[in-house]
């Protein structure tokens, strides 16, 4: 039997059960598989602290109350009840709080003045974020920020967090122009660039660069919200509210720096603009592109413009890069000899797309004391700093240079490349086209060994939801993958769209709606459509082809009609509408959302920026080729010439018995290109070819949007809109092998291509042409001297003259000639 004193231990016993299961039921509920439920808390604020630093606690309870309809409270005061708390504080701020606390923040350590601390103490419900400066409190809160699940009416946080994080590089931000030529930004109202820019600072980035008017744009758009120079001081206002740096892209696009009457109009400009921001902190002036002046000139001149800077801004500097179309080696060697007299108003040297000496180079002939700062084109596709590799043709005909391009895991290699050169980076960007590509520079200009997944993970949990973080982040890396090898046989395209539907299909109108959920969405259905157009438009070519070459049998008008009608179906029976009217529903949207300019009369884009839409009819086979050259027959007067025109259309790439044929925009043709550097150490293509594209026009080196017509108007094969491309003066070697050394041969060869250079050819160092000018016309031919066949193989070689674009090649016929 039970005496009292057995059932007092049994009951006292039953009770202590009872309070660990309550325990364990309350740990379980609050912390949600590893997060610990902070839905109510309260932010402390230390009593006297500044007016940066409540303003960075104020963007953690508005990011909070945003996502979850919860805002925060603020009180002075430590909690010392069960209440979760979040603690923002600078080192030398006066604070009372537990011993225990002290010696886990002070177990943590950061040296730079951006770095800061945070974690979560011991009782799972304090956080605590302490940095030397504001700035550096509001990376911890950014930080913290990306780490949180938010949902409406929770807030979830993981443990354990104990994280010291400093940045590894003092310059890291983004360009932001307000300008007609960007694709998107023009459109923005105040508000929402104070959003952009406070969530590029969320991780990490800690300058803005800006563009006044009248740069090499238009003075205006029809989507602008404010006069340019209004806005102008409302970024660089924004920017001075969460203590950035600014930065300005300024130009010399003038007429005449010498003279003194046009060096004073030009300083008058310069005042105007200068004034009128509140805060700018240096001045990037590019030595060229646009504006072009010879160096001392240049020098000159911005000993003049830094007087003027420093009226208004007295701490300013001048940084400078040697980006110049035509760089001469007496260019580059007078502009560092000024770089490495140091005067007062420079800040660095900028290393930026079109920068013919690589960044290596630069660091050697440049004072070490000179900082450099990288200009990384982020936001194009082609002709452009970092081309996707070995990019499909049927892409850059139709997402063109400035699509929506995702590419995490290439920006982190190009990146981390060359990051020991510099001191960091501001990207060069043209709109919203490149958003992940920003977020992945500033988590490696804080922390280059930062795994890209991460960082799009934090990107997805953040801006889209928690709920998809992880679908979207891989999401993200599958659009990627979609520009890996052949269009036509890239089986992750497919996979791609559907992991992007299932997503949409679970989505909450919320997300939907999130602009940027909207644009991988759109490029997962575009490519998916690019890819099946292709694939059929491919098909009917094959098949029109085949129906041609039996014009024997049914005579060539038939055969010509049966080709025409077989290619026609491309448009009277397309592919799958209904995946091109989603990219048109989505392009509606996004105008809507951010003012995303996705086609040129519908929402207002400038032509080849940004404007892939208008770009998802294009064909994607040789129909217009085809259909000009039948043309052509169809106006002959006999069966002969009628003959004789769909015979060399046939045969247009037949190099004949023994003869070889190339197509440079082909993968296939590039085992005889020749690499004398690994193409992964060399991104920008300065020692190594690459592919590039557009045909070229007379008298024109700029390429908008590839199209099939160039040379006189005239419609041209495909195989002309690309090329093997090596820059500037770095010679184009390509290689054949198995040629018949007792056999003589004959080159065809096609320069087409946006650059129009002088280019010499040689033949195992025997000359086959010298010096001549490209761009006249597509397709040349030479003898290919004896003596560099005599073994069986020959290396071919373009040089360029000094200071042109770079060499170029399309096709190559080695033909055979008769014995």
Request: aromatic share 12%.
């Amino acid at each position: 039997m039970f005496t009292l004193h057995t059932r007092k231990i049994w009951l006292m016993s039953f009770l202590a059960m009872i309070m660990v299961c309550f325990v364990i039921f309350y740990a379980f509920s609050a912390n949600d598989g590893g997060n610990i439920n902070f839905t109510n808390t309260t932010v402390i604020v230390v009593k006297g602290s500044s007016k940066q630093l409540k303003s960075a606690i104020e963007v953690l309870q508005e990011e909070v109350l945003k996502r979850t309809g919860i805002l925060w409270k603020q009180s002075n005061r430590i909690s010392k009840n069960s209440e979760c708390q979040v603690m923002v504080f600078l080192k030398n701020d006066p604070i009372s709080m537990p011993d225990e606390w002290h010696s886990a923040v002070s177990e943590l350590s950061i040296m730079n003045p951006e770095g800061y601390k945070l974690l979560l103490l011991p009782d799972g419900k304090t956080i605590i974020i302490s940095a030397k400066t504001p700035r550096g409190a509001l990376y911890g809160i950014g930080k913290l920020l990306r780490t949180m699940e938010m949902r409406q009416g929770n807030v979830l946080i993981p443990s354990p967090i104990q994280i010291a994080s400093d940045p590894a590089y003092p310059i890291r931000g983004h360009q932001l122009g307000y300008r007609p030529k960007t694709n998107s930004y023009d459109a923005w109202t105040v508000a929402q660039f104070d959003q952009y820019i406070r969530e590029l600072t969320l991780f990490g980035a800690n300058s803005i660069e800006i563009i006044p008017p009248g740069t090499d744009d238009d003075a205006t758009s029809m989507h602008m919200k404010l006069p340019h120079l209004d806005m102008l001081s409302e970024q660089s206002r924004i920017c001075k509210k969460y203590d950035l740096d600014v930065w300005m892209w300024y130009p010399n696009i003038g007429s005449d720096y010498v003279h003194p009457d046009s060096v004073k109009k030009e300083l008058a400009i310069r005042r105007e603009v200068f004034a009128k921001v509140p805060r700018l902190d240096h001045l990037f002036v590019p030595g060229g592109d646009p504006g072009e002046l010879e160096p001392d000139v240049l020098f000159n001149w911005l000993e003049k413009e830094a007087v003027a800077l420093n009226q208004y801004h007295p701490n300013a500097k001048i940084w400078v890069s040697p980006q110049v179309f035509r760089p001469t080696k007496a260019w580059l060697d007078r502009f560092f000899y000024h770089i490495n007299q140091k005067p007062a108003w420079l800040g660095g040297v900028v290393f930026g797309p079109w920068v013919k000496m690589p960044i290596e180079e630069i660091r050697r002939v440049t004072n070490p004391d000179i900082p450099i700062r990288r200009y990384p084109d982020i936001t194009h596709s082609y002709s452009c700093q970092y081309p996707v590799p070995q990019w499909d043709l049927a892409y850059a005909i139709t997402l063109g240079r400035e699509c929506i391009n995702p590419r995490p895991y290439d920006e982190k290699h190009y990146h981390n490349v060359f990051a020991k050169f510099a001191r960091g980076s501001i990207s060069y960007s043209e709109g919203t086209n490149d958003d992940v590509n920003k977020f992945i520079w500033s988590d490696q200009d804080w922390n280059p060994e930062t795994p890209v997944i991460e960082t799009l993970r934090d990107y997805a949990r953040f801006f889209v939801g928690p709920d998809y973080a992880e679908d979207v982040a891989q999401g993200l890396l599958a659009l990627e993958r979609n520009f890996d090898g052949p269009l036509a046989i890239n089986t992750h395209i497919s996979t791609t769209l559907q992991q992007w539907q299932d997503i949409e299909k679970m989505a909450s109108p919320e997300v939907l709606g999130n602009y940027r959920f909207q644009m991988g969405l759109i490029r997962a259905y575009f490519d998916f459509y690019i890819q099946k157009r292709l694939i059929y438009e491919t098909w009917l070519e094959q098949n029109g082809k085949e129906l041609l070459n039996l014009h024997d049998t049914l005579g060539p008008d038939s055969a010509i009609t049966a080709c025409k009608s077989t290619l026609a179906k491309a448009w009277l029976e397309p592919v799958d509408q209904r995946l091109k009217m989603r990219c048109l529903e989505l392009a509606d949207q996004l105008f809507e959302s951010i003012g995303a300019q996705l086609t040129i009369e519908k929402h207002g884009a400038a032509s080849g920026r940004g404007n892939f839409i208008d770009n998802i009819n294009i064909p994607l086979n040789e129909v217009a080729w085809i259909f000009s050259e039948l043309d052509k027959a169809e106006k002959a007067s006999t069966n002969q010439e009628k003959t004789a025109i769909i015979e060399a259309l046939l045969n247009r790439t037949n190099p004949g018995p023994g003869g070889f044929y190339d197509n440079f925009g082909s993968p296939e043709s590039w085992d005889k290109v020749i690499f004398r550097t690994d193409p992964m150490y060399d991104p920008g293509s300065l020692k190594t070819p690459r592919v590039n594209f557009g045909v070229g026009l007379k008298d024109v080196e700029w390429v908008d949007e590839i199209r099939a017509i160039g040379f006189d108007g005239k419609v041209t094969p495909m195989a002309w809109m690309n090329c093997v491309n090596s820059l500037y003066d770095q010679p184009l070697e390509i290689e054949y092998k198995d040629l018949d050394p007792s056999s003589q041969y004959t080159m065809k060869v096609a320069y087409t291509g946006r650059f129009r250079s002088r280019m010499k050819l040689t033949a195992d160092g025997i000359t086959v042409h010298e010096l001549m000018q490209t761009g006249e016309k597509p397709i040349y031919e030479f003898p290919i001297p004896a003596d560099a066949v005599n073994d069986g193989k020959v290396t071919f070689s373009w040089t360029c003259g000094e200071a042109e674009r770079g060499s170029q090649v399309s096709e190559i016929w080695i033909i055979r000639q008769n014995q």
